[in-house]
């Protein structure tokens, strides 16, 4: 049918992402040593816009996550909701950052590929058996399921589904929650989109849900709060020294290019806070 073949141009999206990252970080804009498990190669060369618009992004995202996870000494869940092939997961273990739990939800397809991955390469599940304390680990083919990690397979747009996979992961609504989207909200139509961030509001009382894509496009159905920065702003907050750093890798002849590129993006995050975290000024 046609929602098939949609529905596999997206999927394919995370190859995208995970391509462009690698490659970025093979030139040093970042550091992620797990992203070539996930990526077969480098792949061919991308513009130095491009790079430093993903060194934003990434940077961008990071910085909340992080603001949330330190917020609340690590009591807390993320929930990264299309996370792709991301390896987020494997740089909070290793710096230290691991939240209770952090679960991802993506298509039982995509899901299914990176558990093989996972399965297969030992630096990848190493830090989830390490991090593991009984023997129940729950490894099959379309989900996975430890102490801190848990991968959902499921579709964003079927709420009561997502509901109930994420519960019978012991997803707790009690808990400080960080729901991220990085580029995923903007293949589904807007009831779509809106259903899904109106859930999170109505199933937890304090969260952030932080959400990277194309400007326009933010909802704050049900949110106390919310915020948004375009990339070009965000570039400009990021830590001038690492900036400058990146800003040496590679020539970039027309900076009014990745001005343009940066402006048609946004990082928005809306905040509920029952438990009164403050986490509405996270980015300040
Ligand atoms: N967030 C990751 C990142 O930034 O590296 C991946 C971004 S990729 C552009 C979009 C992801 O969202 C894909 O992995 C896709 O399968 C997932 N996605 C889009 N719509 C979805 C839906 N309805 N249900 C589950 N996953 C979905």
Redesign the pocket.
């Known amino acids: 049918t046609d929602t098939d073949t949609s529905d596999e141009a ?2 394919a ?2 190859d ?3 391509t462009c ?1 690698r490659f970025a970080t093979s030139k040093g804009y970042w550091k992620d040593p797990y992203i070539q498990h996930f990526a077969r190669s480098v792949g061919e060369r991308k513009a130095p816009e491009i790079n430093r618009g993903y060194y934003a992004r990434v940077q961008g995202v990071n910085h909340l996550l992080d603001a949330f996870i330190r917020k609340t000494e690590r009591d807390c869940q993320v929930i ?1 909701l ?5 390896t987020t997961f494997w740089r909070l273990k290793d710096e230290n950052l691991l939240p209770r739990k952090f679960f991802e ?3 039982p397809t ?1 899901v299914a590929r990176k558990i093989h991955n996972i399965k297969t390469k030992p630096p990848l599940s190493k830090p989830i058996i390490e991090t593991h304390s009984t023997d129940s680990l729950l490894l099959d083919a379309h989900s996975l399921d430890s102490d801190h990690y848990c991968i959902i397979g ?4 079927d709420i009561s589904n997502l509901d109930e996979k994420l519960k019978k992961f012991q997803l707790n609504p009690e808990l400080p929650t960080l729901l991220l ?4 909200l903007v ?2 139509t807007p009831s779509q989109s809106s259903n899904l961030v109106h859930w999170a509001a109505d199933t937890f009382h304090t969260a952030m849900f932080v959400n990277y894509e194309q400007k326009e496009r933010f909802l704050k159905t049900g949110w106390a709060h919310a915020d948004a920065l375009d990339m070009m702003t965000i570039y400009s907050v990021l830590p001038q020294d690492d900036v400058a750093r990146i800003e040496r890798l590679e020539f970039l002849d027309e900076k009014e290019l990745l001005q343009q590129l940066l402006q048609h993006y946004s990082i928005c995050w809306a905040t509920k806070d029952k438990l009164n975290l403050g986490n509405a000024q996270i980015y300040s």
């Not at 299309?82 to 991301?86: E, I």
């Not at 499921?154 to 747009?157: E, N, P, S």
């Not at 989207?181 to 995923?184: I, P």
């Open positions: 997206v999927r999206t995370c995208d992402a995970t990252k990264n299309g996370a792709g092939l991301d939800v993506d298509f995509v499921a579709d964003l747009r989207s990085e580029c995923v293949y589904m």
